[in-house]
């Protein structure tokens, strides 16, 4: 199921990225060229070749694994894209962290006082996070701690290889304001989950045993409500690896987000065209990863 | 699942999260951390080049960002008088349709090879073909290049054409001296290997990362006196960092926070913020650009003369400036299409119909025209925001006057293709460079350029523009130029805009001109 959905949505991606006004040979030559030597260099770049014909050659070769070479970047698409990769990984995984700490710890807050004025506190900050938009708040971050304190960089990115701690300090802002805005849906789904597993039978068993409270939200409570937070947890991991095009470009993180708004200004059509297809793997994988969690969680799950 | 087995799981996760963090480097570009320089000038520039081979692209960022790598044939001095760089002198003959250039010798290029005539006519040649210029000159002047000796080359036109040294010396689409084993291995395919004369020298280019260039410690220098990008330039910091920053409120944050040197093209409305700031200086380049209005004279409404004049006649050009960049230290109002920093240029002659405000004028036009209220098309993109609040404050000044306009707002590539197609649009917005010489602009020049000014007579006033070499008669003939642009309106030129860069004060020595250049620069 997962091959024919993965053509259907190669195809639809071929179709959006051609059929979009501009070309990547009038970008390339700049502003002085005349339509005529645009043309020219797009017949070399065998862009005046029927549409079909050019996606029956693209097709192929995608059945062959390639996803061709990048027009700007001189080098095969698949390179290009794992240049990028690993910068986006690390933001993912720092924003990951922010966003489970965060959602995870507020969500059970919440739960344990729920109806109470702290309850609601927390719920108003997380509304209030989920519609922070991600660059007014990253904006807003870069001029207090970059700006004024001069504590953080303003933007770049520096591999961990090179230093831990400057590599941490580049993607501490963006992280942090990518994983707060996320840690919202974290929090109201482990708060209403929770909720429901603590009105529970086994939940009133294990306190009338006089297990303490941490341990039955813990070892008990958590435990099984578990999946629907997995997979909001686990949207979330897509949502982060398909590359935030906002933070990576406002804070010059040469990720895939940025590689892809870039190509998109530029009309990289092969680029624009690997990135969407290997999104569109990333979402089946992740999904099925997340599928296969469930039999770890809980037991009961059979497929 | 058994607890063992949990912590065995767990333990496995813990080694492969640590496992990627120190991988994450080798498999990401510049594992290694560079050799500490002396000094480091950073650069913010406002994003990636499409390419680093200034030969095969009109776009500025090209040029700007290997300023130091390349050299060309002629450059120019302060006040962007043309003199010889990689020439060393050159005579013009036959009726101006041949220049015989003296190469400038030794030079050596950054490989350690020296530069011969081979080389040059390798590289122009190669120019002719990869370039929007270079092919512009090959076609409309016959132009080929030979050599002439080892260090000397003919350039032969089949006519004469008196902007040959100005293009010779354009950064933009203009002919990099590369060695001729380069041209050979490369063709007309996409340059990988970037080799020139110039004080730097390539190093490392990481796209979304930065760009490098390092001193080049055996480079030739001119034994002219320095000025500008030509004479005995020096580089002077070792290394020269261009970080593509394409958010402008990040170039103004690292600046500030002292992450970056030099930010590029910042918005106007920073200047009052980067003035008070002790830390930074704040520079305004001028000459710089021009916003173009470019009517489509090809089909549909704007083939009538007296529509586009009842266009220009109604708009308040201060008002659009003004809209356009906030603060007046970033524009000029003058109805001469060169500006005032340009004084062999700038000519009032014929501009009475600039910035009429009128819309009475206007609308006694589009009645004479026969105009009934039909849609103007306007082609224009938010990516230059400046463009975007022009056409908006122009909206009503035009329907005051009668016009029915539909801004038609596109992103930038859209704009580009679209504006080849007469079929779609009444008048696209755009802006230009200045050019050092009267014109280099397709859009007044070739006819075949999108908006298609095919007038017989500014053909014509063109081509003796291009034949003549006296100062005094070219300066006569553009002013016939501008008269005509002003009575047949191909497109409106609002005015001038200035850029608006700023330095760190630890940075000296720093000249603010049109394409960025980092010459006895240094960094304290």
């Known amino acids: 199921m997962a091959i024919p959905v993965m053509l259907i949505v190669a195809t639809i991606v071929f179709a959006l990225v051609h059929l979009t006004p501009g070309n990547p040979a009038a970008l390339m030559l700049g502003p002085q060229a005349t339509p005529g030597q645009v043309h020219a260099l797009m017949a070399q770049m065998g862009l005046t070749k029927p549409l079909f014909v050019q996606y029956e050659d693209w097709l192929v070769a995608l059945l062959h694994g390639n996803l061709g070479e990048s027009i700007f970047l001189n080098e095969p698409v698949t390179t290009a894209i794992l240049q990028h990769v690993i910068p986006t990984l690390l933001l993912t995984a720092v924003a990951f962290v922010f966003s489970l700490v965060i959602g995870l710890s507020v969500g059970v807050m919440a739960a344990r006082r729920r109806g109470s004025r702290a309850d609601q506190l927390l719920m108003v900050a997380a509304m209030i996070g989920m519609s922070l938009p991600e660059f007014w708040g990253g904006l807003l971050l870069m001029l207090v701690f970059a700006e004024n304190l001069r504590v953080l960089p303003a933007a770049g990115y520096a591999p961990p290889s090179l230093d831990i701690w400057i590599w941490l300090r580049y993607l501490l802002i963006p992280g942090f304001i990518m994983g707060f805005v996320q840690s919202a849906l974290v929090a109201r789904m482990t708060r209403a989950t929770l909720i429901e597993v603590m009105g529970q039978d086994y939940i009133r068993t294990a306190r009338g045993k006089g297990v303490s409270e941490g341990v039955v939200i813990r070892r008990h409570a958590m435990r099984n409500a578990l999946v629907p937070i997995v997979t909001v947890v686990g949207n979330l991991l897509i949502i982060f690896l398909g590359g935030d095009i906002a933070m990576e470009t406002i804070f010059t993180i040469p990720g895939v987000g940025y590689l892809l708004y870039s190509s998109v200004l530029q009309r990289d059509y092969p680029i624009i065209a690997g990135i969407s297809v290997l999104f569109g793997i990333l979402y089946v994988v992740v999904n099925v990863l997340i599928d296969l969690s469930y039999l770890l969680i809980d037991p009961r799950v059979r497929y | 699942m058994h607890n063992r087995t949990k912590g065995v799981a767990a333990a496995g996760m813990v080694v492969s999260m640590a496992a990627l963090l120190a991988g994450c480097g080798s498999s990401t570009p510049a594992a290694t951390a560079p050799p500490k320089a002396q000094s480091v000038l950073t650069v913010a520039t406002i994003g990636d080049p499409p390419s680093l081979d200034p030969q095969a692209t009109t776009a500025n960022i090209t040029a700007d960002d290997m300023q130091g790598v390349f050299q060309y044939l002629f450059t120019f001095a302060q006040g962007y008088k043309i003199v010889p760089m990689l020439a060393s002198s050159y005579t013009v003959t036959d009726g101006g349709k041949l220049y015989t250039i003296q190469l400038r010798h030794p030079v ?132 020269i960092k261009y970080i593509p920053v394409p958010s402008e409120p990040t170039r103004l944050a690292g600046l500030i926070s002292g992450q970056y040197d030099v930010a590029e093209s910042l918005d106007p409305s920073a200047y009052q913020q980067v003035a008070s700031n002790s830390a930074l200086k704040p520079e305004v380049v001028k000459p710089f650009a021009y916003p173009m209005i470019v009517f489509n004279k090809k089909q549909g409404l704007m083939t009538n003369v007296k529509i586009r004049q009842a266009f220009l006649a109604a708009l308040n050009m201060k008002d659009l400036l003004l809209a356009g960049f906030g603060n007046p230290k970033f524009f000029d109002v003058t109805g001469s299409l060169y500006p005032k920093q340009q004084p062999e240029w700038y000519s009032t002659v014929g501009t009475s119909a600039y910035n009429q405000a009128n819309p009475t004028l206007a609308k006694k036009l589009l009645a004479e025209a026969g105009y009934h209220g039909q849609p103007v098309r306007w082609l224009v993109s938010q990516q230059y925001l400046f463009l975007y609040k022009m056409a908006e404050a122009a909206v009503p000044m035009l329907q005051k006057a009668g016009f029915n306009v539909k801004l038609d707002v596109v992103d930038w590539a859209t704009l580009v293709q679209e504006r080849n197609n007469p079929a779609l649009y009444d008048a696209f917005f755009t802006y230009n460079a200045f050019s050092p010489e009267p014109p280099v602009s397709a859009a007044w020049t070739d006819p075949a350029w999108p908006g298609w000014w095919t007038n017989a007579q500014a053909q014509q006033l063109l081509k003796q523009l291009a034949a003549t070499t006296s100062l005094s008669k070219r300066q006569a003939i553009w002013a016939q130029y501008q008269k005509l642009f002003y009575q047949r309106v191909p497109l409106v030129d609002p005015g001038q805009f200035y850029n608006f860069e700023a330095i760190s004060t630890k940075v000296h020595g720093f000249v603010p001109t049109y394409s960025p250049f980092f010459y006895d620069v240094s960094v304290k």
Do not use: C
């Open chain 2, 108 to 239: 050596l290029f950054q490989n350690m090879h020296h530069m011969t005539s081979a080389d040059v006519v390798a590289s122009l040649n190669r120019w002719m073909q990869v370039s929007p210029i270079g092919q512009n000159d090959a076609k409309a002047y016959g132009m080929t290049a030979s050599a002439d000796g080892k260090y000397a080359i003919k350039i032969q036109l089949s006519q004469p054409y008196a902007q040959l040294l100005g293009d010779l010396a354009m950064w933009y689409g203009g002919p990099a001296i590369y060695p001729a084993s380069v041209v050979k291995a490369t063709g007309t395919g996409p340059l990988k290997t970037y080799i020139g004369t110039g004080p730097y020298k390539f190093v490392k280019w990481i796209p979304g990362r930065y760009l490098e260039v390092k001193k080049f410690p055996q480079y030739s220098q001119s034994n002219l006196p320095a000025s500008w990008y030509g004479g005995k330039v020096t580089g002077t910091v070792d290394e």
